[in-house]
C-alpha cells in the first residue's frame, strides 16, 4: 500500500512583508529532515491569495531552486483570472516544480457546466501534471466527483485531487467513482485526521497543515500504515487527533502555526499579510497546553 503525506507550507515574509527566502528555505529544511514526502507552496496555508504575481514568480524561484534534487515539489498557482493561472503554472512547471495545484474560482456560487469549463480551459493551457482542488467552504460549490471523471476523460494531465470537505463520504464516493477507470489518479483529503480512513480506502494520502508542526509524525503514520503496523497507525491517529486543537485555537489558522512552529524552535518570522493577526497571549496560553499534551514543549 502506497500513500504520501503532503505539506502545504506556510509562507515566510520579513518584517515589511516581503518574502523572507532565508524563512522559507528554513521551513523546506524542517519539513525535509522531518521526512515529509512531498511540499506544496502556496497552498491556502501559504498565503497564496494575499500575494502578487510578482511575489509569487519569486517564492517559486525561492522554492524550485532549493527544493529540487531534494523532495517532490507542487506549486499552487490559483488565481481569479484562468489566464494568470496558466502562466503561473507554466512558470513553476519551467522551473522544474513537480505539479501545480489549482483551485476553481470563488466569489459566485459557480454551476456545475462553470466550473468545468474553469478547468477545461486551465488543463488545456497548463503544460504539465495539475491538481484540482476543491475546498466548498471558500469557493462556495463543490467540484463533484461526476466532473471530475468528466475532465480525466478529456484531459490527460490532470493527475491529482485536493478534497478539502469535512465529509470523508465525498472523498469516499471520489475515490470509489474514479479509481475504477483512473487508477493511478491520485485523491488526497486536506484534513490531516483523514489520513488513515483515504489510505485505507484507496486514496493517495493527505495534504493537511499540521504537518508543519509535527512532520515527523506524520512521517511515521505513512510508514505504519504502508508496512499494516496497526498498533502505530493507531498511535499516531490519536496524536494527530490531540494536534487538531490548534485549528480551534483561532481561525484562519495560520498565525496560530507560525506561532506553535516558533514555540517547537524553529525561529521564523511571524509576519502575517493583512488582514490576519497575529497570535494572541491568550491564543498562546492555549497553544501551550495543547504543544505540552502532543510533548512539544
Known sequence: MKARY??????????????????????????????????????????????TIEM???????STEYCNGKIKLYIGTSRMDAKETIELS??????GADGVMVISPHYFKLPDASIE????????????????????????HDLKPEITLNLLRKHKNIVGYKDTISLVSHTRDLINLISP???????????????????????????????NLIPEVFAKWVKAVEEKDYNAVSECQK??????????????????????????????????TAPFINCSDEQEEKLRKILKELEIV
Not at 478547468?119 to 469557493?139: Q, W
Open 56 to 62: 509569487v514568480k519569486e517564492l517559486i524561484d525561492i
Open 239 to 272: 496524536k494527530v487527533n490531540i494536534a487538531m486543537k490548534i485549528y480551534a485555537v483561532g481561525a484562519p489558522y495560520i498565525p496560530i502555526m507560525k506561532r506553535a512552529m516558533n514555540l517547537r524552535g524553529l525561529g521564523i518570522s511571524e509576519y502575517m
Open 181 to 211: 477507470e483512473f487508477p493511478d489518479f491520485e485523491v488526497f483529503s486536506g484534513y490531516d485526521e483523514c489520513f488513515a480512513f483515504v489510505a485505507l480506502s484507496g486514496g493517495a494520502g493527505v495534504i493537511g497543515g499540521l504537518s
Open 6 to 51: 503532503l505539506t502545504p507550507a506556510v509562507t515566510i515574509f520579513d518584517d515589511k512583508g516581503n518574502l523572507d527566502k532565508a524563512g522559507n528555505i528554513k521551513v523546506y529544511e524542517h519539513l525535509i529532515k522531518g521526512g515529509i514526502d512531498a511540499i506544496v507552496v502556496m497552498g491556502s496555508t501559504g498565503e497564496f491569495f494575499n500575494m
Open 90 to 95: 507554466n512558470y513553476a512547471l519551467e522551473k
Open 117 to 140: 469549463k474553469y478547468y477545461d480551459i486551465v488543463a488545456d493551457g497548463v503544460n504539465g501534471p495539475l491538481f484540482l482542488y476543491n475546498f466548498p467552504d471558500i469557493t462556495g
